[in-house]
């Protein structure tokens, strides 16, 4: 198994640790709060990858079961109320960006009307993520996750364990790649983003542990989830068009329209597949400079 390189003990690691710890809380509790009230695609979008940064920071540390469960499933059902709102901003701005890019006089109205179907469901999914929300114990979860960071318990030794959980998320990244490479069908290629974005803010809190030398592969690892997420996007508008094409009598009335999304979902697919092509591509160069950044030189043999 590939391993991260290890890191000398650095007795100003664990302030610096606890220091985004409380940083990560902070931001996280702040946008479930604006959450509430904002219907900002961006503050649904930041509340999750908050809440994504806090939870892999905390697992890199030495475990405590009882408090961690408690604290992530906080943070897994923030994410997943809001997942759904999440999807569809992705897919009303994709459509936006389609609508004005196009001239044809009947593509406009199809994405249009696309558009304010997708904005409609959009509201009520909002709604139903804040009723969600409102009814979890925000203050109880901030007092256990306060809890937690101010009871790290810190040695020199402990930095070693915090890079063998890493090492432990990059062999979970390598599996669910190599998965994803012999099949790259959706549900796969699903599992190889999140353990992408596992693996990328888990080294993202190592580099702020003064370890230099995964900062360029954690920039690396972003990139290719920025593909994957355009791709996963595109995935999602296309069933989404589905879905708004198959609503009860659409075809019926506006065959036209129909025909039209439908054209347009089949061109996308192809091309898709061609991004796909070059996404894997660029996968196998960033695990081939994982493992390059995870081997140790030989020592030099002693003379006898």
């Not at 702040?30 to 695609?41: E, K, N």
């Not at 930041?46 to 697992?59: E, I, K, P």
């Not at 065959?255 to 999304?261: D, N, W």
């Amino acid at each position: 198994m590939n391993a991260l390189p290890a890191q000398s003990p650095d007795a100003a690691a664990h302030s610096r640790i606890e220091k985004s710890a409380r940083k990560r809380l902070e931001r996280f509790v702040t946008l479930y709060a604006r959450a509430l009230v904002s219907d900002d695609p961006e503050i649904v979008h930041d509340l999750r990858v908050a809440s994504r940064r806090l939870q892999q920071l905390l697992r890199l540390l030495p475990e405590d079961k009882a408090g961690d469960r408690k604290i992530f499933k906080m943070l897994r059902r923030a994410r997943r109320a809001f997942g759904p709102c999440r999807n569809l901003d992705a897919v009303i701005q994709l459509i936006e960006a389609r609508r004005e890019a196009t001239t044809a006089v009947a593509m406009r109205h199809a994405w249009e009307a696309a558009r304010v179907w997708l904005v409609d469901k959009r509201a009520r999914e909002l709604e139903r993520a804040r009723a969600e929300l409102s009814r979890r114990d925000l203050l109880g979860f901030i007092e256990r996750a306060r809890a937690r960071i101010a009871a790290i318990e810190w040695e020199p030794e402990k930095i070693a364990a915090i890079h063998q959980r890493a090492t432990e998320t990059l062999a979970e990244w390598q599996r669910a790649f190599e998965a994803a490479k012999a099949s790259p069908r959706g549900e796969s290629l699903h599992a190889f983003r999140i353990a992408g974005k596992r693996l990328r803010y888990q080294t993202e809190s190592l580099s702020e542990l003064g370890d230099a030398s995964i900062k360029k592969l954690a920039h690396g690892l972003k990139m290719l989830q920025d593909d994957l997420g355009r791709w996963r996007d595109r995935a999602l508008l296309r069933r989404y068009v589905a879905e708004f094409i198959g609503r009860a009598d659409f075809l019926a009335e506006e065959p036209g329209m129909g025909r039209a999304l439908l054209l347009e979902m089949e061109r996308d697919k192809q091309q898709d597949q061609a991004a796909l092509d070059e996404i894997i591509a660029k996968a196998e160069k960033l695990a081939a400079r994982w493992t390059e950044l995870g081997e140790t030189p030989e020592e030099p043999a002693q003379e006898p």
